[in-house]
Each structure stands twice: as structure tokens, then as C-alpha cells.
């Protein structure tokens, strides 16, 4: 076998030095639990960032598959075959968003939806009708289009020029956002949760302001529910958590179980601005992904996962809360269900690296962040193993005397 010395070196030499990896290899996985070369077990509260909801190796998931992999794995959109269909009736269903685009991840709907709101904005109003507006610390993707709407200069330094006519606006603020809108407004881009920017939610009341700006306006509101959406909040899609409904979103990471697919979502009347020909992919919706999708969906409803996050979601926060009244290091919680953050006033690469040596996987953002993105099938026993790390790690702090919230 392979030796994690080699599997590194080969990389090192071979990859383009993109990522900062942790030091493990995995090879296998089980619920929320990952296997290391050595056959190690490790806690799992980063799903894949987001996207094995399920757990790993669900055996439904498994035998789907199988199954539909030795039937049929690609065609093309060129050909009909039957579940991509299936899947855009029960995403329609889900969401009340009647037409569905498959895409093969999250910055691919992030392209696509803007691609829509720019033609709808130009049926609507003229070529001029082409500003978008998003929200400083987002995070949309590393494609021209969902980097020039990323508010983050980490992530868009070194690649400009970007997309023109962006106004990035501060999360929450809706002064910002009236004197930003107006009639050249094609669409307002936004995470009802931020992931990469530090888990922050959006406020409903800011949420409803950016619904009544762009119907004011005959603008698209786009939700990106990449990382928050498709149960996470405890909702099928977040926007029902917050109750405001966008006109367009994207979603990706668990649509699949783990295959590549992501999809946006929009109302019947926008659909009407484009036409064949527009826009296309060669992947996007293949039957294997698009069957899959279906089986996650009905595990979700079968196995009340959603009830589980809501749940499991609730403890997890309050042993958080726990974490911030004991451990001076540890200075606010944030996020709900299964997307939390832990805020620290400590770097949190090291306490992730510590964590991983204990056999618990958790990730940092933003520096001081620790983000946690479980797998729906998680539960208290395990919320418990986790904080207890953490608990450790974080070291014996003075008792605060009040909470952030
Ligand atoms: C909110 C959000 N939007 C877009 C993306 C980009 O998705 P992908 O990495 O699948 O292209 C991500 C990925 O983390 C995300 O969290």
C-alpha cells in the first residue's frame, strides 16, 4: 500500500500547490466517522465541507449507486433520460421555485443564475439593467463571475479586472442597501448564512429589505445557499428558516451525496428570458448524480433527518455556549443547526491541528473560526466527544461572566 509519505510527495510534485492540506489520508469512511491509512478513526464535524450530509458509505446511497451506474452514468444534454426531470419536479416541490438548471458545482450555479438575472434585467430594462449587488465577506466561488461577487480581497487579489458593475454593501445594513438598488439593479447576490466568511447570518428583517428592493426595483433577489441550504439550517432550503423567498437559488455541496451537482432554482416568470442555446454544460444533471439526488432527498424525509439537525443542531449550540462561559479563548458562538462557528481570540489552525491528533476533524476560517458542518446523521453522544476535545484543547479559562450571543 501507498504510504502517506508517498501519497504527499507524489502531490508536492505533481499538483499545483493550491490547497494547504491537513496531514492525514483518509481511506475509508462510516457515518460520521472517517478512517485514517493506518486505519485510524476520526470524529467527523466537517462533512466534506458540507457536502456528505448523509454520513460516508450510506449504504442506500451505496447501493444507488451501484445500481444506476451499471445502467447508465452519462448520455449528455443532448438525450433525454429519466431522473434529471424527476429531481427538478422534486427540487420544484421542495422549494416552490418552479424551473430547475443542473450545474456540476456550486460556482456553476453562481454563474448561471447571474447569467439568468443579467438577461432578465435586460428584457426588463435594457443592456444598462446590469448592476449586481452583493455583500462585503461573502463567498461565491473562484469562477470570473462568483470570484468578482466574492466580498473578500483575499480571493480576488491578483485576478483582476474583474466583473464590472458590483457593488459590494455591508451584511445587515439596509440603509446601504436603498441608496445602493435602483433601476439598473439587475440583482442582489447574498448567503441567508455566510459559510467561508465566518458564519454570520443575515438578519430576516435584512432579508425582507432586499426582497422589497428588488421587487421595487424589478431585480432578481439570488440566494446562495451553496453551504447553508438543502437542510443544514434544519429547512429544506434556508430561505424557509428565514422566511423570505428569493426569485433565484443556488444550491450544491449534498444535492448528491457526494458526486459532483449543483443546481439553481428559479421562478416560472424568469425562466422565460432564456432560451436554448444560452446556456449548456456537458456533466450537469447526468443520470447517475440526478438519481442519487432523488435518494438523498428520500432519505432525508425517510430517516427525519432534518428533525435530527434541528435537535442535535440546538445541543451543539449550547455545549458551544458551555465552551464560551468556560474557556477564555473562546468568545462567541454563531450559525444554527448544522452550520455553527465557534469565534476565538486565539488562532484556530492550531487547535483544528491539535483536534485532528485527537481524532476529531474540525476546520478553521477566517483565522479565528472553528466551523463546524456535521453530517445529519451526527448525535449528541457525538456533540459530546467533540466538545470534550475541544473543551480540552481550548485549556482551563477564567469563567466568564456573560455570554456573547
Ligand atoms: C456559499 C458558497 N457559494 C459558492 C461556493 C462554491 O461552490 P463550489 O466549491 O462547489 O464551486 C461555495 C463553496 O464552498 C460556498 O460555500
Redesign the pocket.
Known sequence: MTSFEQIVERERRFLLPTYNRYAVAFERGKGVFLFDLEGRRYLDFVSG??VNALGHAHPRIVNIIREQAAKLIHVSNLYYSEYQGLLAEKLSSLSGLERVFFSN??????EGSIKLARLAGHRAGGEEKSELIALQGS????TFG?MSLTGQEKYRKGFEPLLENVTFIPRNDSDALRRAVNDKTAAIIL?PVF??GGIHECSPEFLRECRAAADRHRAVLIF?E???GLGRTGTAFAFQTFGVTPDVV?I??PLAAGLAL?AFLAREDLACAISAGQHGTTFGGGPLACRVALEYFSILEEEKLLENVCRVGAYLKAKLNELVDKRSAAIQTRGRGFIQGLQLDIPARPIVEQALAEGILINSIQDTVIRFLPAFVLEEKHVDQGMGVLSKLLGAGRARASRAT
Not at 463567498?139 to 473562484?142: D, K, L, T, V
Request: glycine share 20%; with cysteine; net charge negative.
Open positions: 465541507l458540507g458545482s456550486g460556482t456553476e450555479a453562481i463567498y461565491h466561488g473562484r462568483a448567503e459559510g467561508e446562495d451553496i453551504q447553508c443556488a450544491a455541496k449543483g
